[in-house]
């Protein structure tokens, strides 16, 4: 670039420097003092507001409160409706209601509420009954005076404000609540008056849940519908007293139209709101581009200016310095011999004569190199063919060590297994993906850490430990362990650790290990040691319950033996003593005896079929299977209090339909079996059994008020029964996913409750009178 170029650039760069920061002064300038006057009216705006909105809520406040305070709500909510005065009472109430609704300049409902939330007079009669118990004006002006904040009313579907306070007696006992629904006009008033905003210019408020509950000046219908960002609005701590003074400040945010705009707040505490004042940008600082688009017109006629006088003025100097690069061309041109100099005694004129001077000496140093450089061209060629050697053989092996490097980087980074590299001293230099997947360390967090120090926590394993296991690596090659490990958030779990040494021209480099997260495998492992244990508890339990199985089969076979031979043995002898009687009279003509006897043996015949028959109905009711559990238990009840004299209360609740047969003869044994022991030990008088369907399961309850016995005495428990016994019935209730309690104790009777799940069968229906 020429000189007259580059003095003409310079003087026009520093002119434009100049210029630039003088109008980025001034419109800085300009800009702060705009911004301080534009936050000064926004926070007067703001303040103002704020103070207008306290006073209308503190007004209200104070009109329910002295309400509440009134006797005449008093003396309703003391009354009851049986009460004759009551009638009076509540008409004065509703005409106090009323009239609060007609003279209140905003309060357009009023209602009194008992501590129940329920709503017993109102300026609305039709609302006279309803529940309000859940609403937030409720449950908040039973403790003090409460404003509900703005919401969409069912009456007449009005954006409303509802003051409460509570109704209190003379020893400050709460009898009730007292609601003035206030229409929210008067904050839209305040908030609508746009005085000292401009034209683009507003003021709103927004709810403790982001929500506009203020008109808007530019969109329709932005209550409780449009919602405002309040992440750069400070929500002040509970702790903390509410600071409601506005920011010194304003900041450029955009706002809900996404459009930037100088913004302040204030918070209002009492209602959690915050009330925001705006302007937009392009209206606040229009007085700042007007100014700039100023300054610029001036600055542009002055480059002009500059332009014409840096040019003449660059001209005059470059002249002479243009005749002196002429004459060192020719020179460059090997023409040695051509003078530059002139008689001009500035700068310029001295550099020629100094130039002339040079190229004299010039002319001499080029003689003396052309031979220097003769002898120093057959030294470089034979270096040169020297180094190319060289630099071929380096070549070769750098290509080499890339290569092994990129494998080695492809396969540490690529590895689906957690790898760490590692120096001698334990510190780490390299990690993969899936490592950082695993213990949740970046690179950046962990390189250079020692990997003991990291991964190892003190209660599982100690620091020297880990460092035996890279001491067993050095010295032996490969070595794999399991070990419990620490991630970054402290969480303990197993893995399994490989590592072995990199070697490099024979010598130790570092370690390289592989981490295998095993919590899934160890807790597999411990799962099958469980499953052990149960296989092994459930064949004792098998074996046990087999045994038991026997035993009980002999002993229901023994019982069935007796049974045949005391009872319907004995009948059956007297029968056939009786027809050998009857054959002798028949011999002997003696036919007085003859129908003695007959009328006897038939006696003993209707014996051996009742023995029969109860004998059957023990080893498997027909009714049971016919008819189902509500009819056999009925019948077996009757029976039972026949047979043995003791008064039975038997109740069924809620069972229409039949149940799974299995349960059914569970229940219908236990019962047997229950009573069966309450006949042989309790000496009890009363027995309660009570039949009930829960839902998804089935209760039996079965209470004596005998003797009672020690349940906490195994021994006891097995003395109770010659059949299943109580464990037994547990075991087999347990079966089928059912459980059995028993509560005893001496003199104070015996309780038994089953509980099953219920599997009802649709298709049968319980016979009607049947069940107790």
Avoid at 40 to 47: D, K, V, W
Avoid at 667 to 694: G, M, P, W
Wanted: aromatic share 6%; hydrophobic share 35%.
């Amino acid at each position: 670039m020429k000189i007259q170029k580059k003095l003409q650039i310079i003087a026009l760069s520093f002119l434009i420097a100049v210029s630039v920061t003088c109008i980025l002064i001034s419109r800085n300038i300009s800009t702060n003092i705009i911004k301080e006057q534009i936050t000064n009216n926004l926070i007067n705006t703001a303040q103002s507001r704020a103070e207008h909105i306290k006073t209308f809520l503190d007004l209200e406040k104070e009109t329910v409160k002295q309400s509440s305070e009134s006797i005449v709500f008093r003396e309703l909510l003391l009354s009851t409706e049986e009460e004759e005065s009551y009638p009076v009472k509540f008409n004065k109430v509703m005409q106090r209601l009323q009239n609060t609704a007609q003279v209140g300049e905003y309060t357009y409902d009023s209602f009194v509420l008992d501590t129940k939330g329920t709503v017993i007079a109102s300026s609305y009669e039709e609302d006279i009954g309803q529940d309000k118990s859940n609403d937030t004006y409720f449950l908040g002006g039973k403790e003090d005076v409460f404003i509900k904040g703005v919401y969409i009313s069912s009456h007449k579907q009005r954006k409303t404000l509802a003051f409460s306070a509570p109704i209190l007696d003379e020893d400050n006992k709460l009898l009730g609540v007292i609601v003035f629904r206030v229409s929210a006009e008067p904050l839209f008033k305040i908030t609508t008056n746009h005085s000292g905003l401009g034209e683009t210019g507003e003021a709103y408020l927004v709810n403790k849940d982001g929500y506009m509950i203020t008109p808007s000046r530019f969109i329709d219908e932005v209550i409780l519908k449009q919602k405002v960002d309040l992440k750069d609005i400070e929500v002040p701590s509970l702790a903390e007293p509410p600071d409601t003074s506005p920011k010194e400040e304003v900041d450029i945010i955009k706002d809900y139209r996404g459009i930037e705009v100088l913004s302040v707040h204030t918070h209002i505490p009492e209602m959690n709101w915050h009330l925001i004042a705006e302007i937009d940008v392009e209206e606040a600082f229009a007085p700042v581009t007007k100014l700039t688009q100023t300054l610029i017109l001036v600055f542009v006629i002055i480059l002009l200016f500059s332009i014409l006088i840096s040019s003449f003025t660059s001209r005059t100097i470059t002249r002479p310095l243009r005749r002196l690069y002429e004459g060192i061309k020719e020179i460059m041109k090997g023409n040695l011999n051509y003078k530059v100099s002139n008689t001009s005694t500035d700068e310029v004129g001295q550099l020629s004569r100094a130039f002339d001077e040079m190229t004299v000496n010039l002319k001499k140093s080029r003689e003396e190199l052309e031979e220097y450089s003769r002898n120093l061209e057959k030294k470089v060629k034979e270096r040169t063919r020297d180094l190319e050697i060289d630099i071929e053989k380096r070549k070769k092996t750098e290509k080499e060590l890339d290569k092994s490097q990129q494998e080695f980087a492809s396969l540490f980074t690529g590895n689906p297994e957690a790898l760490v590299y590692i120096d001698e001293k334990s510190n780490i230099l390299d990690i993969n993906s899936r490592f950082t997947q695993l213990f949740g360390y970046s690179l950046k967090e962990i390189k250079g850490k020692n990997i003991n120090s990291e991964l190892i926590h003190p209660s599982v394993e100690s620091i020297e430990e880990g460092k035996i296991l890279e001491k067993i690596v050095l010295s032996k090659g490969y070595v794999s362990r399991r070990k419990i490990r620490r991630k970054k958030d402290g969480t303990l779990f197993p893995v399994s650790i490989s590592a072995s040494p990199i070697m490099i021209n024979n010598q130790v480099k570092g370690i390289l290990g592989l981490y295998e997260d095993i919590t899934e495998q160890v807790q597999n492992e411990e799962r099958l040691q469980d499953y052990l244990k149960e296989i092994k508890k459930d064949r004792k339990n098998l074996k046990r319950l087999s045994k038991k199985l026997i035993n009980t089969q002999e002993e229901e076979r023994r019982k069935i033996s007796e049974t045949i031979h005391d009872d319907i043995g004995q009948n059956i002898t007297a029968i056939k003593i009786n027809i050998s009687v009857i054959e002798e009279a028949i011999k002997s003509h003696a036919f007085h005896k003859f129908k003695e006897r007959l009328l006897e043996t038939k006696s003993q015949l209707e014996q051996v079929f009742e023995q029969l028959r109860k004998l059957n109905i023990d080893l498997r009711s027909p009714l049971l299977r016919d008819l189902g559990l509500v009819p056999a238990l009925s019948a077996y009840v009757n029976s039972y209090k026949k047979r043995e004299n003791i008064d039975i209360d038997f109740e069924v609740i809620n069972l229409k339909k039949r149940l799974n047969k299995e349960i059914e003869i569970v229940i219908f044994r236990i019962v047997q079996e229950a009573f069966t022991n309450i006949s042989k030990h309790a000496c009890a008088d009363n027995i309660y059994l009570r039949l009930e369907n829960k839902k998804s399961k089935v209760c039996v309850l079965i209470k004596d008020n005998g003797k009672g016995f020690n349940t906490k005495n195994v021994s006891d428990l097995e003395e109770l029964s010659n059949g299943l016994g109580l464990i037994e019935m547990r075991e087999r209730i347990e079966t089928i996913g059912g459980n059995l309690d028993i509560k005893s104790s001496l003199r104070k009777g015996t309780q038994l409750l089953i509980e099953m799940p219920v599997a009802l069968q649709l298709s049968l229906e319980i016979p009607v009178g049947l069940g107790g």
